[in-house]
């Protein structure tokens, strides 16, 4: 089992719609968790970054985190087709701890 | 946010010989920076830790004398892909890490160096 589980989708929703991401984990020492936005061909760049449990909203982005479920979830609200790229959830222990990355969804925001 | 630049953008070789990644942190000193490969469709695998004036740290299953890993200064890391073969053609992506980052201990990633060996 892999300790950080990612639906790779692709997840194709049209403009304007609500889209939830998700990732499940099984490491209950993860502490720090964070949405990375990643274009094709490029390297990844960093939305969101929680720590432990709760909400966090910048924008039309909101992570959330619930470390009783070991669930976290990104939302992004009025979606763009600048929005299509793939989301890598990522997570780890402690400060300066290695990252462990899911292995990411697909997103087609279509006009 | 903090900019972490990577050279050459993509490389093509021929198998066997040696291509060498650069990875500059531009506007923040980095004491560790990290190396990932990416196959098509899957997701980061960490392939070693750099820390600057000291040995990298490589992950299991990770050849060292083929990956080779250089941190000679805060803001320059190099990877040396030694005797190149097709199964290594791949996107390499480098992080850097900025403890001072707001007070968040976060990775900056590069833009990648795509690599294909012929």
């Known amino acids: 089992q892999k300790e950080v589980e990612q639906d790779p989708g692709p997840l194709s929703v049209p403009e304007g719609a609500i889209v939830s991401l998700n990732c499940t984990y099984s490491n209950s020492a993860f502490q720090y968790f964070m949405w990375y936005r990643q274009y094709s061909r490029k390297g990844p760049e960093l939305l969101m970054y929680?720590?432990?449990?709760g909400n966090k909203e910048d924008g039309r982005f909101t992570a959330q985190v619930d470390k009783s479920s070991k669930y976290i979830s990104l939302f992004i609200r009025d979606s763009q087709p600048s929005d299509s790229a793939t989301y890598l959830c990522?997570?780890?222990?402690?400060?300066?701890?290695?990252?462990?990355f899911g292995q990411g969804t697909e997103l087609s925001v279509k006009p | 946010g903090a900019v972490v630049s990577q050279h050459p953008s993509w490389v093509i070789c021929k198998s066997g010989t040696s291509v060498k990644i650069e990875c500059r942190s531009l506007d923040f000193q980095a004491t560790t920076m990290f190396w990932y490969r990416q196959f098509p469709k899957q997701s980061l695998m960490l392939m070693a830790t750099?820390?600057?004036?000291?040995?990298?740290?490589?992950e299991q299953g990770v050849e060292k004398d083929k990956f080779l890993i250089n941190h000679a200064s805060l803001t320059l890391s190099t990877l040396t892909v030694t005797s190149a073969h097709p199964e290594d053609s791949s996107f390499y992506i480098c992080?850097?890490?900025?403890?001072?980052?707001?007070?968040?201990?976060?990775?900056?990633f590069g833009p990648g160096t795509r690599l294909t060996v012929l």
């Open positions: 990522a997570m780890r222990g402690n400060q300066g701890g290695k990252l462990i």
């Open positions: 750099s820390n600057e004036g000291s040995k990298a740290t490589y």
């Open positions: 929680t720590y432990s449990s």
């Open positions: 992080s850097a890490r900025d403890p001072h980052a707001g007070g968040q201990d976060t990775q900056y």
